[in-house]
Each structure stands twice: as C-alpha cells, then as structure tokens.
C-alpha cells in the first residue's frame, strides 16, 4: 500500500520497499508513449487510488474507474478503453502473460513507494522491519525487486 499519514493513525508502517511508479497499458499496436498522447481518448484507472487525477488530468479523455487493477488492464486487452493508469509493479507481472499490451512507466516520483502495513500492535512489526533492513543494507531487497520487475522500481 501507499503510505499516508492517514493510513498510519492505525497501522504501522514499516519503511518503504520499492517505488510505485504509475504507468499506462495500452495495445502493443498504439502510439501512445505519453500522457499527452492520450488527449481525447477513453482511459480506464483504479477506482480509489489516485490514478483517478492522472487520468483526468489529460485534456478531452473519457475516465472511467474500474475496480482493481487487473479489470483496468482488462478494459485495455479487450478494447473498452484506450489506456489504463495503474500500478507499474503490477502491471509489469500482469503483462508477462498477457500479449498484446505494453506500458510507459511515467516520471519517478521519489514519496510515491509501497510499504506494508500491520496492526499497531502486531507482534511481527519489528521483527518484519529488521530482517527488511538488513535485506535492504546487503543489497537483497533490490536484487529481488530488479529480477521480478526492473531496477526501476528500486530506491535510490
């Protein structure tokens, strides 16, 4: 999940694990290599996320929220939608056995990460964060993180 300062009133939130980094799916056949490409055409994004304001933020396009990512990039494969806003980690996985699309990860931004949370209380909090910093200081993190998806994903 995306940590929030709302989020963290009732969980505990580790530190971040990897960077979100929004991207847009569409037809492996279409030029649509930015947002700005996109003006005028149908974009699907995940309803309760903050795709939303990707998405309607680019001039003259039809959005509609779908629910979870894997229906957004579904809206796409079927040719519903011209372009889904969703997760880059997710989508990276989803397109491995989906033919047929490709992504643009858009800009890196540096506060947009992924992080667990658990319950104030948890007794797996602590021993969770430890083994994840030490997996992060002998460098393990980010080779798991560059085989499963890109170096891209990785914090600096």
Known sequence: MAPTAEREKTLGIQRNLLLSQKCHCVQAEDNYPDLDSL???KIAYVFGTNYQQVAESVEGAETVGIQGSPA???EVKSKRADACIVDGAGATEFLKNNEGLK???MDKVDDDCFAI???KESPY???FNN????MMENGELDEI???HLSEQFILD
């Open 125 to 127: 909090y602590e021993t």
């Open 103 to 105: 992504l643009s990860l």
């Open 131 to 134: 083994t994840l910093k030490e």
């Open 117 to 119: 949370g658990f319950p």
């Open 145 to 147: 993180i560059a085989s």
């Open 39 to 41: 003006k005028g055409k």
């Open 72 to 74: 957004c990039i579904e």
